[in-house]
């Protein structure tokens, strides 16, 4: 089983400030690696696949990048609505999630 | 407009078996491609991947649940039914169901339902 390792766990902002999450797989996985967003009582919402390719309707300021075992999220310029959980996920060989990078108000 | 929707029992004794049913709309599991998936969620913790039906009926489940999981599908009535023996309550979560995009991840989700096991 792939293992995903994201840091920090909790990653302490302001709003405007450029947040990097990272994701380390424990084998590669090629490009196949996707990140979600999700806020609480509410479902996942898919932000990247395979890397770098935003999704539909997913704005800009949110970027992907990285290959084989080391990847990484940016949001450019936090917004209010950014504040949330974020989580990796492989498809490289199944799937599997990390455990979540929290980005919380500072 | 593609929408999923979870149903099934909120409480669960254990030892029994859990049954979900992922009902969809805005796509046919008949289509090359597609496939739905059940991803689970327990309080405050991370996501875990449980399981995935293809549209040819090929089927994955997680290595470290696989002999608990079954997954099936009506494609005739827009459902995916999920089922979990032997229910424990370390099992309680909210479990979702998903739609698996061309690319291989999951681009619509239910909202979720949330499985308590206790006696």
């Known amino acids: 089983e792939i293992v995903l390792t994201q840091s920090p766990a909790t990653l302490s902002l302001s709003p405007g400030e450029r947040a990097t999450l990272s994701c380390r797989a424990s084998?590669?996985?090629?490009?196949?690696l996707a990140w979600y967003q999700q806020k609480p009582g509410q479902a996942p919402r898919l932000l990247i696949y395979?890397?770098?390719n935003r999704a539909t309707g997913i704005p800009a300021r949110f970027s992907g990048s990285g290959s084989g075992t080391d990847f990484t999220l940016t949001i450019s310029s936090l917004e209010p609505e950014d504040f949330a959980v974020y989580y990796c996920?492989?498809?490289?060989?199944?799937?599997?999630f990390g455990q979540g990078t929290k980005v919380e108000i500072k | 407009q593609i929408t999923l929707k979870e149903s099934g029992p909120t409480l669960v004794k254990p030892t029994q078996t859990l049954t979900l049913t992922c009902t969809f709309s805005?796509?046919?599991?008949?289509?090359?491609?597609?496939?739905v998936g059940w991803i689970r969620q327990p309080p405050g913790k991370a996501l875990e991947w449980l399981a995935l039906?293809?549209?040819?009926?090929?089927?994955r489940y997680s290595p470290s649940l696989k002999s608990r999981l079954t997954i099936t599908k009506d494609t005739s009535k827009n459902q995916v039914v999920l089922s979990m023996t032997n229910m424990d309550p370390v099992d309680t979560a909210t479990y979702y169901c998903?739609?698996?995009?061309?690319?291989?991840?999951?681009?619509?989700w239910g909202q979720g339902t949330l499985v308590t096991v206790s006696s």
């Open positions: 998903a739609h698996r995009q061309g690319a291989g991840d999951y681009d619509y």
């Open positions: 805005g796509f046919s599991l008949s289509t090359g491609g597609v496939g």
């Open positions: 039906i293809f549209w040819d009926d090929d089927k």
């Open positions: 084998q590669s996985v090629s490009n196949y």
């Open positions: 395979d890397a770098s």
């Open positions: 996920q492989q498809r490289s060989n199944l799937w599997t």
